[in-house]
């Protein structure tokens, strides 16, 4: 069993950074893929971004292409989420997730999920 816990996020107004780190534990962090996904008000949980077990492959939404960036620690044991220009559409709850495939951007390929973290972007 993987246990994640996502920090990070925070108010930030439109244009600035946030970095979003998610610790994982319970499991050896290695053989997981992992992703970012993130749900707005009224909105359904989509997703953000994902990164192979080694860091070698990276995917994004085209919502977030050019401005966030996944990458990951694993001596750490954790995954980041580096999101910069940000705007007030990214206002979101954002979680992070793990699998067991090499590449997934649906919520039904992911096995292990966080809490969740708040992102609010003012304009």
């Known amino acids: 069993q993987v246990q994640l816990v996502e920090s990070g996020g925070g108010l930030v107004q439109a ?14 962090f290695s053989n997981y893929g992992m992703g970012w996904f993130r749900q707005a008000p009224g909105k359904e949980r989509e997703f ?8 070698g492959h990276t995917y994004y939404a085209d919502s977030v ?15 980041y989420l580096q999101m910069n220009n940000l705007k007030p559409e990214d206002t979101a709850v954002y979680y992070c997730a793990a ?8 919520e039904y390929e992911y096995d292990y999920w966080g809490q969740g973290t708040q992102v609010t972007v003012s304009s």
């Open 15 to 28: 244009g600035g950074s946030l970095r979003l780190s998610c610790a994982a534990s319970g499991g050896t």
């Open 99 to 106: 699998q067991s495939r090499w590449r997934a951007t649906m």
């Open 48 to 55: 953000v971004a994902g990164i192979n077990w080694s860091g």
């Open 65 to 79: 292409k050019g401005r966030f960036t996944i990458s990951r620690d694993n001596a750490k044991n954790t995954v």
